[in-house]
């Protein structure tokens, strides 16, 4: 057990927590999904942290994994979308999450194509675009906030995982728990 893991899992954790005690499902049932999403993944990472054996849960965390790194920008898109004046924008982010499905259809299986890798990291490249023009255009930065957040959780982890490998995972549960901690207080500030 190492006490990083799991001090940045419960980040992650309370972030999570957050969102879901102060989205309602009747105003902002998309974020709070987003919410459920990071929530559960945050207490298998925490569960995994005090397992002795990296093999456990390797499944289900690779399936968590593959979700967590798809849905949050997209469904913090949708419900941003659907407070602004470009409600009809929301279906396209909608449409972004069926890259999901097969993301986790080649995770599950042993034929897994690197092809999905690029189509999902366009998918991401499209929200951080969509998420940060948004921003600008209702003067709202939190949105723009949220896609760096979503950058940094995709690149910047990479980019810190070469220099200091142990170091990785922390910017990325971190930079999960931004984007879940900023897209809460953006929508309960209205």
């Not at 070469?162 to 930079?175: A, I």
């Amino acid at each position: 057990m190492n006490i990083l893991d799991v001090l940045f899992d419960l980040v992650l954790v309370g972030s999570s927590g957050y969102g879901m005690y102060a989205l309602t499902p009747q105003d902002h049932p998309y974020g709070l999904i987003a919410a459920a999403f990071c929530l559960v993944h945050g207490m298998l990472m925490l569960v995994r942290s005090f397992q002795s054996s990296e093999e456990e849960c390797a499944r289900s965390f690779f399936v968590s994994m593959s979700i967590v790194d798809v849905v949050p920008l997209p469904l913090a898109n949708i419900e941003f979308y659907l407070q602004s004046s470009q409600s009809s924008m929301a279906l396209l982010h909608a449409l972004s999450l069926i890259l999901l499905v097969y993301d986790t259809m080649g995770s599950l299986g042993d034929d897994y194509d690197a092809a999905t890798e690029t189509v999902k990291d366009l998918s991401l490249l499209g929200n951080i675009a969509s998420a940060t023009y948004l921003g600008l255009q209702e003067e709202n930065y939190f949105h723009v906030g949220i896609a760096v957040a979503a950058s940094i959780a995709r690149y910047g982890s990479s980019l810190v995982s070469t220099f200091l490998p142990e170091f990785g995972p922390h910017v990325d549960k971190m930079s999960k728990a931004a984007i879940i901690g900023l897209m809460t207080y953006s929508l309960t500030q209205k």
